[in-house]
């Protein structure tokens, strides 16, 4: 079975911090992506990235940043957490094209 | 641009009720659909997909159907268990060129089952 590792499941973090949220996948799945959780707003897309050294942003990326300098591992960077920035993050990865998105457990992060 | 819509929630039921969860979609091109399933706790699992119009997805006794003309992929169960309270998402792919298959999702249905 995939595996799609993040690092924490709870974190929380004071306004002004930077925050690294990390994440895991054992394979060798091109795509990574993450996403934010919302009550009713459903999931929307922050970044992904398609290879090593690769990102694309995704519909809603201002106050983030990501890394990915090794193929299984994608990291998403808070430069400096603000309190709207309180959610739950999912990590995902597939091989491209119509392939399903494999998920990790989520990290939810509090930002006081 | 590409988007989802499902029904609003949250949904709640007797076991052993059909269950509809309607879901709709605007995109361009010919999409994949997808059906998640959240556990309390847990990431999103897939729970089926059609990756074109007439295919019927189908797992755990859950079923959709693709449908090109009323562009719609509707969640449906026959009798539905205490287990299956979760949060269900549909969600499209965008299969254009440099989109590599990253998920549009609705905004997530809530389902309770009571025994």
């Known amino acids: 079975d995939v595996k799609v590792t993040q690092s924490s499941r709870y974190l929380v973090k004071r306004t002004g911090e930077k925050v690294f949220l990390e994440c895991v996948q054992d394979m060798d799945h091109e795509n990574m992506f993450w996403y934010r959780q919302d009550p009713g707003l459903g999931l929307r897309l922050i970044y992904f990235s398609y290879d090593v050294k690769m990102k694309e942003k995704g519909d809603i990326p201002e106050g983030y940043s990501v890394s990915r300098e090794k193929k299984e591992r994608f990291s998403l960077i808070l430069e400096s957490a603000s309190t709207n920035q309180t959610s739950m993050y999912l990590c995902?990865?597939?091989?491209?094209?119509?392939?399903?998105?494999?998920f990790g457990n989520g990290t939810r992060l509090t930002v006081t | 641009g590409n988007s989802v819509t499902q029904m609003e929630g949250p949904v709640t039921l007797s076991e052993e009720a059909f269950l509809t969860i309607n879901c709709t979609y605007t995109a361009t091109g010919y999409p994949s659909l997808f059906w998640y399933v959240q556990y309390p706790g847990e990431g999103l699992q897939l729970l089926l997909k059609a990756t074109k119009a007439d295919d019927k997805g189908s797992n755990k006794g859950f079923e959709a159907t693709y449908r090109k003309e009323t562009t719609s992929f509707h969640l449906e169960k026959g009798s539905v268990q205490v287990s299956d309270s979760a949060v269900y998402f549909c969600a499209l792919s965008d299969t254009g060129g440099t989109s590599y298959g990253k998920l549009t999702f609705g905004q997530g249905t809530i389902l309770t089952v009571h025994p």
């Open positions: 995902a990865s597939s091989f491209p094209i119509r392939s399903p998105l494999h």
